[in-house]
Structure formats: structure tokens, C-alpha cells
């Protein structure tokens, strides 16, 4: 497949859609409707997931295996804002980053068998990266596709909940299993219909997350 052209100088990225927010954070997002700037909070609740992880996530009793989801979920209130802050490029990485390491200290803490969570990791990483290549190619993938991925705080919250019931290796496999599958499959089918040298020109959407604009 030829290379898609680059973007026109008058286009950018909308950092939003690189978060990777699932429903729950949208909503947060909506409901201050953009007011809340991305970086403190972020950051504010990476902090008290870094202290939780210190404190050992495998220690964590019952229910309270969600508060390291929870804390991050400050970020899901400012999903909503245009990201436009001279360090608002920062969120994605560190949420993403953030996502590993909770995926990786909670299994390999808690005796999930290591490629489960090898998998489950690896099918996270790759779906964050088809979702940077396609964008920066000029073909996003869709909101559908996004949605069904669930989002970092979906995944957390799903891997959470496998541990309060005791089935964290099943949850990992379970979840590493559908994404692989969903990966594979909308992106062959993604770029297998994206006409070769698509161009840019993608129509603005200001709603954060998901269904946040590239352009």
C-alpha cells in the first residue's frame, strides 16, 4: 500500500482522540463540558496509582482493587477540554503508560501467569499504535471501533472487577482474547478499505475522547 500524503500544514492533531477514553471518562468529561485542564489531574491521579502500586496492588483487599482505576479517573473529567496547554501533549503518553504498568504490576503481582499478561499487554500496545499510525495516515479509526475497545478506564475497571471475584487469570485471557480479535480484525478490515493515498481531510468534532476530531 503507497503511503498516505502527510497532513496539510492548516490540519492538527486533536490530543483527545489519542487518550483513548472510554464511556465512563467521556461522561465525566461532558459533565464540566471542557472546564477542567488535563495535565493536573492527570498527573494528580498517576500519583496516587504510582503510591498504590508502591504499596503493592497485589496487597489490595476485595473492593478496593478499584481504587487505582478510581484515582485515575480524575483524567476523565477533563476528556472533554481541546487540550490546547503548552504540556496537554503529555496526557496520552502518561495514560497509556499508567494503563501498562497497573495491567502489568497487578498481574504479575497477583500470579497471573506471565504471557496472559504478556497478551493482554501487547494487544493494548498495538491498539495504541494502529490508532497513532492511522491517524497521523489520515484515516482514524472509527468511533465504533474505539468504543468497543472499551478505553483505559474500561480496561482497568474490567481487569478490577476479575480480581474482586477471585478470576483474575480468566479476566486477563478473556480480555486479552476479545481484543486481539477486535484488533485483528477491524484493522485488516480498516485499512483494506482505506483508499490508497487517502488525504486528511476529516471533519472537526468537538466532543472529547473517542469521538474527538483529528484535524
Known sequence: ?????????????DLRFLRDDGHLSDSLGRLVAGAVPPL???????????????????????????????????????????????????????????????????????????PLVFVLLAAVVLHHGDVAHRVRCGAPKPVWAMRAMFGWDGRMLLIAASGVLGWLPFGYGLLAGYLGVLLVWESATGWLATPVGTGTDVPRIEDGGANASVT
Open 40 to 114: 493536573l489531574p492527570t498527573m494528580t491521579g498517576t500519583l496516587v496509582l504510582a503510591v498504590l502500586m508502591v504499596a503493592g496492588l497485589a496487597q489490595l483487599p476485595g473492593i478496593t482493587l478499584f481504587a487505582p482505576a478510581a484515582a485515575l479517573l480524575l483524567s476523565g473529567v477533563a476528556s472533554g477540554h481541546p487540550h490546547d496547554g503548552r504540556f496537554d501533549w503529555m496526557v496520552p503518553p502518561v495514560l497509556r503508560a499508567t494503563e501498562y504498568l497497573y495491567l502489568l504490576a497487578l498481574g504479575l503481582g497477583s500470579g497471573v501467569p506471565g
Open 1 to 13: 500500500m503507497a503511503d498516505s500524503p502527510p497532513p496539510s500544514e492548516n490540519q492538527r492533531l
